[in-house]
T-cell receptor, first 112, second 114 residues
Framework: DGGITQSPKYLFRKEGQNVTLSCEQN?????MYWYRQDPGQGLRLIYY???????QKGDIAEGYSVSREKKESFPLTVTSAQKNPTAFYLC???????????FGQGTRLTVV | AQSVTQLGSHVSVSEGALVLLRCNYS??????LFWYVQYPNQGLQLLLK??????LVKGINGFEAEFKKSETSFHLTKPSAHMSDAAEYFC????????????FGTGTRLKVLA
């Protein structure tokens, strides 16, 4: 089945450690996105990529990094510079402009 | 800049009653609009989308939405609520012509009372 796979579903890390969240899609979509979700704040865009080897900062990119070496993959690294990393992270993809986004099941990151 | 406003962060309805979730957008050009549903600890699932083909859009699970340009609204409705409709609902719009970005509302949590 085509879709977006995020792994792991739950992730625990100690403060000060970098952590990488995986996102893979087999929908042959050009665009991919990372959102952060906190209670009562909706979805906030971290980074997005429209094509391979290119990506742009979203609204809250500080403390995060991404890469887009393959069309299918868009990993997100949460660095130690991110002040409040505990959140629910959602990856999405879309075919192109003005089409709907498809979402993965999310990764809940807890930093202790 | 585009924006989306969802009126009411929490809505409660009785089982069998009409569901109405409100979404207003700001756009200087005809937008592409979407409604998504999110169940706890899951990703977002597309309910329906408006792409200018028809003003009344039917989606999954009995939901529909009507695009009203004069009111810049895209409210989501369902004639009869079911317990399984309890979830969070997000309205979204494409950010601007020529970009791949989306603007999401802050969400409305629907509670269905038995």
């Amino acid at each position: 089945d085509g879709g977006i796979t995020q792994s792991p579903k739950y992730l625990f890390r100690k403060e000060g450690q970098n952590v990488t969240l995986s996102c893979e899609q087999n929908l042959n979509h050009d665009a991919m996105y990372w959102y952060r979700q906190d209670p009562g704040q909706g979805l906030r865009l971290i980074y997005y990529s429209q094509i391979v080897n290119d990506f742009q900062k979203g609204d809250i990119a500080e403390g995060y990094s991404v890469s887009r070496e393959k069309k299918e993959s868009f990993p997100l690294t949460v660095t130690s510079a991110q002040k409040n990393p505990t959140a629910f992270y959602l990856c999405a993809s879309s075919l192109g402009m003005n089409t709907e986004a498809f979402f993965g099941q999310g990764t809940r990151l807890t930093v202790v | 800049a585009q924006s989306v406003t969802q009126l009411g962060s929490h809505v409660s309805v009785s089982e069998g009653a009409l569901v109405l979730l409100r979404c207003n957008y700001s756009s200087s050009v005809p937008p592409y609009l979407f409604w998504y549903v999110q169940y706890p600890n899951q990703g977002l699932q597309l309910l329906l989308k408006y792409t200018s083909a028809a003003t009344l859009v039917k989606g999954i699970n009995g939901f529909e939405a009507e695009f009203k340009k004069s009111e810049t609204s895209f409210h989501l409705t369902k004639p009869s609520a079911h317990m399984s409709d309890a979830a969070e609902y997000f309205c979204a719009v494409t950010a601007a012509s020529g970009t791949y970005k989306y603007i999401f509302g802050t969400g409305t949590r629907l509670k269905v009372l038995a």
